[in-house]
């Protein structure tokens, strides 16, 4: 469902970026970026929707997935400089936290992103910039909760659902296996 909705975003988005930038050879290829973004997700969508992902894979993916908005959206800063883009990358970051459990996913993800940001954004800095940084710090740290509350629950979900099978097998009274054990 993510490479679905990120293929959809941006493909709608290419001819967006053709009628809100100025026109122009940069913009003709960040159009062309966010198209092919969007064709690649959308075959990622197709290839991962008809297929079981193994398990302990789907992070990594979600992770590659994430790598990979960020090197757009690093393609499409160094294309238009705006320090604006940093919004994105507040996106992408709490994104990063809602959708990966793996704490070293997590990590590369985020450190994907934040060497992504400062590669756009450094160049363009100006002296009013520092709100925004402080918010994409302000996004990383919102996002390391999103993941360690996620991460802490499905723990203890699957400890939950661990001791209920357990329970499940075992006579109350007597502590022997029942019948259906």
Do not use: C
């Not at 908005?69 to 238009?80: C, D, I, N, T, W």
């Amino acid at each position: 469902p993510l490479s679905g909705a990120l293929s959809l975003m941006f493909l709608t988005g290419a001819p967006a970026v053709l009628a809100m930038l100025p026109a122009g050879p940069n913009t003709l290829v960040a159009a062309a970026a966010a198209a092919t973004v969007g064709v690649l997700m959308g075959g990622a969508w197709l290839v991962l929707g008809r297929r079981r992902i193994p398990v302990g894979s789907g992070h990594a993916a979600a992770a590659a997935i994430l790598v990979i908005v960020a090197a757009y959206l690093m393609l499409r800063g160094h294309l238009h400089p705006e320090f604006q883009q940093t919004t994105n990358f507040m996106l992408l970051v709490v994104g990063a936290g809602a959708l990966i459990l793996s704490t070293r996913w997590y990590g590369l993800a985020v450190a994907a992103s934040a060497a992504a940001w400062a590669f756009v954004a450094f160049p363009s800095w100006r002296p009013d910039s520092g709100p925004l940084a402080f918010g994409l710090l302000n996004a990383t740290i919102l996002s390391g909760v999103i993941h360690l509350t996620r991460r802490r629950a499905m723990l203890r979900l699957i400890e939950a659902r661990t001791e209920v099978a357990e329970l499940a097998l075992k006579d109350d009274l007597t502590g022997l296996r029942n019948r259906r054990a």
